[in-house]
Nanobody, 119 residues
Framework: QVQLVESGGGLVQPGGSLRLSCAAS????????MGWYRQAPGKQRELVAA???????NYADSVKGRFTISRDNAKNTVYLQMNSMKPEDTAVYYC?????????????WGQGTQVTVSS
């Protein structure tokens, strides 16, 4: 059974940092282009960072220069380093593939990890 487990969320003050992790079981993440998505209360889920199987990255304008996505294929894990955080970064964060084919391989979304930016 394929499972994605997000961790590393928490409460952080504005300007602070967090690192999120996404560990996979039952599949090999290096085969897939992966993304970090977030969903704030009352808003649609949005893709904020993506990394290809080859390591190329892309970011939403709202996080560019502050967030960094990376992957450790040996650990079968994808990370999201978040710096200079803002209250508007508050959301539940999920990792999930960015291509339709990979999404069909993975199946269900994980539970996500809550990130709250507040003083």
């Amino acid at each position: 059974q394929v499972q994605l487990v997000e961790s590393g969320g928490g409460l952080v003050q504005p300007g602070g940092s967090l690192r999120l992790s996404c560990a996979a079981s039952g599949t090999i993440l290096r085969m897939y282009a992966m993304g970090w998505y977030r969903q704030a209360p009352g808003k649609q889920r949005e893709l904020v960072a993506a990394i290809s199987s080859g390591g190329s990255t892309n970011y939403a304008d709202s996080v560019k220069g502050r967030f960094t996505i990376s992957r450790d294929n040996a650990k079968n894990t994808v990370y999201l380093q978040m710096n200079s955080m803002k209250p508007e970064d508050t959301a539940v964060y999920y990792c999930y593939p960015t291509t339709s084919w990979a999404q069909r391989q993975i199946g269900s979304w994980g539970q996500g990890t809550q990130v709250t930016v507040s003083s």
